[in-house]
């Protein structure tokens, strides 16, 4: 069992420093999303895609973010000029989507301290 | 836009008593999700519901859709140690999950 797996675990970076994570998916799952969690909350839906196509990206997210999935299979997020509010963790999820909605996998995640 | 309130936020309880979390969405959902994050881990797939009224038993726990599909609940009978987490309903359409605000359960043994 492969699983989704996440890259960096853990990323500590100065406030106004660009990083970026990355997250391999299910091999077979052809959704992919980004997801936001703070300590004490829900996860937050960043954006998701269905194999390579970016479909929805929530109002919230800042143009600081930008996600890509190039050829449908892992995908890179990338936060521009990071401000101490986007601490987080950042749960990346994939799922096989047919008809109707179906289960979140969850990677581990990477958990971003911007200092 | 959507959103997907839980309470209580914490619930701490003796080992062997019930449990029940309770999921409220301010607009109707086409199925709602539940999933269980341990401390430290990530959130992981409990059940879906897509029924309006419909009720799931895993063990334990039940699982309920409200007849209007705005509301779900889950019920832990007896509730053990490795129940510890925080459980989260999540609901929406088929392209995405609003995840709820979640409900810490702590059980002393």
Redesign the interface.
């Known amino acids: 069992d492969t699983g989704v797996s996440q890259n960096p675990r853990h990323k500590i970076t100065k406030r106004g420093q660009n990083v970026t994570f990355r997250c391999d998916p299910i091999s077979e799952h052809n959704r992919l999303?980004w997801?936001r969690q703070t300590l004490?909350?829900?996860?937050?839906?960043l954006t998701?895609f269905q194999n390579e196509a970016q479909?929805?990206k929530s109002?919230l997210l800042s143009d600081r973010f930008s996600a890509e999935r190039p050829k449908g299979s892992f995908s890179t997020l990338e936060i521009q000029r990071t401000e101490q509010g986007d601490s987080a963790m950042y749960?990346c999820a994939s799922s096989l989507?047919r008809q109707?909605?179906s289960?979140?996998?969850?990677?581990?995640?990477t958990r971003l301290t911007v200092t | 836009g959507q959103q997907v309130m839980q309470i209580p936020q914490y619930q701490h309880v003796q080992e062997g008593e019930d449990f029940t979390t309770y999921c409220n969405s301010s607009t109707t959902l086409s199925n709602i999700q539940w999933y269980k994050q341990r401390p430290g881990g990530h959130p992981v797939f409990l059940i879906q519901l897509v029924k309006s009224g419909e009720v799931k038993k895993q063990k334990r726990l039940t699982f309920q859709f409200g007849e209007a599909k705005k509301n779900s609940s889950l019920h832990i009978t007896a509730t053990q140690t490795t129940d510890v987490g925080t459980y989260f309903c999540a609901g929406g359409a088929t392209n995405k999950l609003i995840f709820g605000t979640g409900t810490l359960l702590a059980v002393q043994p």
Do not use: A, K, V
């Open positions: 999303y997801y004490g909350q829900g996860p937050e839906f998701y479909l929805e109002r749960l989507y109707g909605s289960p979140l996998h969850f990677g581990n995640g």
